[in-house]
């Protein structure tokens, strides 16, 4: 099987090994690849691993050769599965490889936010430690979380293991999510306006989906406590980022912290880059080495499984799996 890697450089920037896809037949790795060299890198290909790159009906219908999309991710949003199910072409995704890492993350933009963390160093860092101890009975105010009200939407995976963080901390659990699962002591199930109402932390964990898109808009950020704080590990689209940054500007929200935009990266005139008190980080919550690790294993292990007649983490339907 002729296998290529499209975009692995950010995957695997060298510090981590192909070897496990190696072992499935002739793989070729691209560290990044411009759209218009995706039909030519992947003729004659079998199979094709990719991250961010976009394939939909054009691509599939002048590839006749692709079998498989292998996604170096969770989220299959750049691809068309539909059109790629229609040609008989089977994507399979990475589903639990992140998990740890991007509830770590998403709890690193909150602790930073709340013990002005960034704002407290740059001033000890150049020298202005009186004027750091000053601010930070003042202005800087660090805030504490035992006692306060975590809300979790969308209650999968990474929502589990941010509720357990928050837990640990000692604070109280709002969920929120498309279905109701058990959740443990210190849990509460509540609606969608509730869950904004009452938290002093919205951390997002659900997909994006055209029911998704642009979800926390302003009435939904109108809701929320200007004492509160706003973390995005999810996707960027689902907030409308001009309100978010309004609503910071404003003081009608106390910050925000976000690993994901809407358009990646930004333009330099994006909004919250410049908004008050909201972090960005550029969409690095899964990339601890370890994560990355077990992201190589499982899409090495999903074409194994394609190979043998019996795929995992499949997201599409085939002409053949109907």
Known sequence: MNMVVLDGGTTNPGDLSWGPLEQLGNLTVYDETPAHLVKERLKGAQAVILNRIVLGREEF???????????????????DTHAAGE????????????EYSVAQHALSLLLC?????????????????NTAVKESH????????AGKKLGIFGYG????????????LGMEILLYSRTQKDAGEGCRWVDMETLFRESDVISLHCPLTPQTQGIVGKHLLSL??????LINTSR?????????????????????GVDVLSQEP??????????????????????????????????????????NGTPQNVVNETPLSK
């Not at 040609?87 to 992140?98: G, M, R, S, W």
């Not at 995976?157 to 640990?168: E, S, T, V, Y």
């Not at 929320?224 to 704080?229: D, Q, R, V």
């Not at 960027?236 to 925000?256: C, F, K, S, W």
């Open 138 to 145: 003042r202005s800087l105010l660090p805030v504490e979380l």
């Open 157 to 168: 995976n990474i929502g589990k293991k941010m509720a357990d963080l928050g837990l640990a």
């Open 236 to 256: 960027g689209a689902l907030v409308d980022e001009p309100a978010l940054a309004d609503a910071l500007n404003q003081g009608n929200l106390a910050g925000a």
């Open 61 to 79: 219908s002048s590839l006749p050769e692709l079998r498989y999309v292998g996604t170096l991710a969770t989220g299959y949003n750049t691809i």
């Open 224 to 229: 929320m406590k200007p004492t509160a704080f």
């Open 113 to 129: 936010l709340c013990g002005k963390v960034q704002r407290s160093s740059d001033l000890t860092r150049s020298g202005q430690w």
């Open 87 to 98: 040609f008989d072409i089977t994507v399979c995704n990475v589903p639990h490889y992140c």
């Open 266 to 307: 930004p333009a330099s005139d994006h909004p919250l880059l410049k908004a008050k008190n909201c972090l960005v980080t550029p969409h690095v919550a899964w990339a601890t080495r370890e994560a990355r690790s077990r992201l190589i294993l499982t899409v090495a292990e999903n074409l194994r499984q394609y190979q």
